[in-house]
C-alpha cells in the first residue's frame, strides 16, 4: 500500500528560527495534505497541495508539493510558541484512504 | 472540531474486557473513520465507512469491530482480542466531494 516517509521525527528549535519537515514517497501521489496537532488534541486539516511544483502560503507557514509529486515540504518562518505541536502529512490511497506520515514533532524554546 | 463529539475523553478497562468508544457527528458528513495513535506515531486506519450500513477494514482492523446503523453514528469496540489496544482512538469524518477528513477530540483508552 502508499507509504509515506516524514522527516525528522524530532525537530527543538529556538523560538524565531526556521522550521521544515519533509514528506517523501517512493509513488507519485495525486495530492498531498498537511495536518497539525497540538499537544493532547486531535489533528487539524491545514492545507492540500494538487498540482505539480504546487506552492501555498498561509502567513508565516509554506508548503510545497515537488514537480514530480513524490515530495512535499512544510516550511514555517520565524516560529512563535503557538507553532509547538505533530505536523503530519498524509497522501490518499484510493479515493477514500488517507494514509499518514509519523509526524514531525515540534518544540520551541521561548 | 466542534460538529464530532467522542466520549469519554479518558477510558480505562481490565485487560479482556470489551469496550466500545463512542463517536457522534452533526456536520451530516457521509464518510466516517477510526484511526488509532500510539505516542509518537502516526495515525493508522482501523475501519472505515462511506454510507450507512456498510463500512470497511483498514490496515489494523483485527481486534476491532464497528457498525454504521445511523449516519450520525460509527461506535468502535476494542474487542478483548486486541492485543495491545492502549492507545489514543480518533474518529473523523469527511463530506463527499471532498478529501478533508476533520477529526473529533479522541479517546484516550487505558487497559490495565
Known amino acids: 500500500g502508499q507509504q509515506v516517509m516524514q522527516i525528522p521525527q524530532y525537530q527543538h528549535v529556538q523560538e524565531g528560527e526556521d522550521f521544515t519537515t519533509y514528506c517523501n514517497s517512493s509513488?507519485?501521489?495525486?495530492?498531498i495534505q498537511w495536518y497539525k496537532q497540538r499537544p493532547g488534541g486531535h489533528p487539524v486539516f491545514l492545507i492540500q497541495?494538487?498540482?505539480?511544483?504546487e506552492v501555498k502560503k498561509q502567513k508565516r507557514l509554506t508548503f510545497q508539493f515537488g514537480e514530480a509529486k513524490k515530495n512535499s515540504s512544510l516550511h514555517i518562518t520565524a516560529t512563535q510558541t503557538t507553532d509547538v505541536g505533530t505536523y503530519f502529512c498524509a497522501a490518499h490511497e484510493g479515493a477514500q484512504k488517507l494514509v499518514f506520515g509519523q509526524g514531525t514533532r515540534l518544540t520551541i524554546n521561548p | 472540531d466542534g460538529g464530532i463529539t467522542q466520549s469519554p475523553k479518558y477510558l480505562f478497562r481490565k485487560e479482556g474486557q470489551n469496550v466500545t468508544l463512542s463517536c457522534e457527528q452533526n456536520l451530516n458528513h457521509d464518510a466516517m473513520y477510526w484511526y488509532r495513535q500510539d505516542p509518537g506515531q502516526g495515525l493508522r486506519l482501523i475501519y472505515y465507512?462511506?454510507?450507512?450500513?456498510?463500512?470497511q477494514k483498514g490496515d489494523i482492523a483485527e481486534g476491532y469491530s464497528v457498525s454504521r446503523e445511523k449516519k450520525e453514528s460509527f461506535p468502535l469496540t476494542v474487542t478483548s482480542a486486541q492485543k495491545n489496544p492502549t492507545a489514543f482512538y480518533l474518529c473523523?469524518?469527511?463530506?463527499?466531494?471532498?478529501?478533508?477528513?476533520?477529526f473529533g477530540p479522541g479517546t484516550r483508552l487505558t487497559v490495565l
Open positions: 497541495l494538487v498540482k505539480s511544483g
Open positions: 509513488t507519485t501521489l495525486s495530492n
Open positions: 465507512s462511506q454510507i450507512v450500513n456498510d463500512f
Open positions: 473523523a469524518t469527511r463530506t463527499s466531494g471532498t478529501d478533508t477528513q476533520y
